[in-house]
């Protein structure tokens, strides 16, 4: 059974710093492209981040040069390090897999990022 959970969330002042992981089980990790997904309030879910199976990556352009995914295929771990952090990027914040035509998601985990 495919599994993901997020951590690292929290309560951050503009400028600072967050790193998100999300830790995957069920043996899909190493051979499937992930991603980063947010949603504000009122908002609809937007794809942030990309990293694929073999590692290259793509952003969204309001996170260009700000964020950087990353993953662990020894600890079967993807991860979101969030840097000069925004009021705006206040979300949830959740990993995702597409695995056999199916999408896995995480629970969540908020960021907030004080003004």
Not at 19 to 47: H, V
Not at 85 to 91: C, M, Q, R, S, V
Request: proline letters at 2%.
């Amino acid at each position: 059974q495919v599994q993901l959970v997020e951590s690292g969330g929290g309560l951050v002042q503009a400028g600072g710093s967050l790193r998100l992981s999300c830790a995957t089980s069920g043996g899909i990790f190493r051979l499937n492209a992930m991603d980063w997904y947010r949603q504000a309030p009122g908002k609809q879910r937007e794809l942030v981040a990309t990293i694929s199976s073999s590692g290259s990556t793509n952003y969204a352009d309001s996170v260009k040069g700000r964020f950087t995914i990353s993953r662990d295929n020894t600890r079967n771990t993807m991860y979101l390090q969030m840097n000069s952090l925004k009021p705006e990027d206040t979300a949830v914040y959740y990993c995702h897999v597409k695995f056999l035509g199916i999408n896995y998601w995480g629970q969540g985990t908020q960021v907030t990022v004080s003004s």
